[in-house]
């Protein structure tokens, strides 16, 4: 089963609404030795965030998570906060936020705060609490239907990048499975890697979905080394499904996956779980205690 198609256009534009009419999250000064730093994608536990994001969050930090990275920034708003209170309430948590997802807005014309519609108050306003990454989390169906689609999103992606560089931080690219299904006998993912500056755009990599995609993360990192500063880990089920898990608990080796992080160019990484079997704090608490186990 492809997971990856289930995130649908309506569950973005939700999550965009929730973000601006919740209100909640972390902190955001220090990155010094990033890795040694375990982080968390909110996504995770986004319906937890729509009922008591605040509960939330403190929860995330007691757990041990000194990293978050947001999703749903919509329209100048984080979770219902300005920048500004935004950047407080992380603070007082303890929780740092060293990246940001963000979508195209190719199929959503009137979000705000897409790499198509204000873009440069996006990176502003990530830049105002501390973000130092910015990542284009996701490629809707309908964007993609055949290779010069990428091959246009190739030249977004560079462009989008200048304003982000521009503001001192960098832009990224996070995965799914569909990018490494062949289209006209290329990867699409080679074509963006390729049709993008290697300085402008580096790669989130999704160890879970280019496993599930039957690519090496190793190979990956060798044959484009330094490119890869941010990681998504979630763990694979031992099971034909092959479907999501908490970090630890199935096939992925992930210390084998740690120890190429130089080559890589690994600064930071997030545990990540689209969909949980069990409760999303349990899943998340496991993957902590489980990456703490990590030589990273």
Not at 123 to 150: H, N, S, T, W
Not at 173 to 199: C, I, Q, R, W
Not at 231 to 241: L, V
Not at 267 to 273: I, N, R
């Amino acid at each position: 089963m492809n997971y990856s198609e289930k995130i649908t256009r309506q569950q973005f534009l939700k999550l965009g609404a929730l973000a601006t009419s919740a209100a909640l999250l972390p902190q955001l000064d220090a990155f010094a030795a990033p890795t040694k730093k375990v982080g968390l994608q909110l996504y995770t536990l986004r319906d937890l965030m729509a009922k008591d994001p605040d509960g939330t969050l403190k929860k995330v930090a007691e757990i041990g998570y000194k990293e978050v990275e947001l999703f749903g920034y919509a329209d100048g708003k984080f979770f219902g906060k300005t920048p500004k209170a935004f950047a407080a309430q992380l603070k007082s948590l303890g929780l740092s936020v060293p990246s940001g997802h963000y979508t195209t807005g190719k199929t959503m014309p009137n979000a705000k705060g897409t790499l198509t519609n204000d873009w440069k108050r996006a990176v502003d306003d990530a830049a105002a609490i501390g973000q130092k990454y910015m990542v284009c989390a996701y490629l809707f169906p309908d964007e993609r239907k055949k290779l010069d689609d990428y091959k246009q999103f190739a030249d977004l992606f560079n462009k989008s990048a200048e304003v982000v560089k521009a503001a001192g931080m960098q832009f990224c690219y996070h995965n799914h499975d569909f990018e490494f299904k062949a289209m006209d006998s290329k990867l699409p993912y080679d074509v963006l890697l390729n049709g993008t500056d290697k300085n402008l755009v580096k790669l989130e990599l999704d160890l879970y979905w280019a496993t599930f995609a039957n690519q090496d993360p190793v190979a990956l990192f060798k044959k484009h080394p330094g490119r890869f500063p941010l990681w998504h880990i979630k763990d694979m089920e031992k099971t034909a499904e092959r479907a999501f898990a908490p970090v630890g608990t199935g096939s992925i080796n992930f210390q084998r996956i740690f120890d190429a992080k130089k080559t890589a160019g690994m600064t930071h990484y997030f545990v990540e779980q689209d969909v949980c079997k069990l409760p999303p704090l349990e899943s998340i608490a496991i993957s902590f205690k489980n990456v703490e186990k990590l030589k990273v």
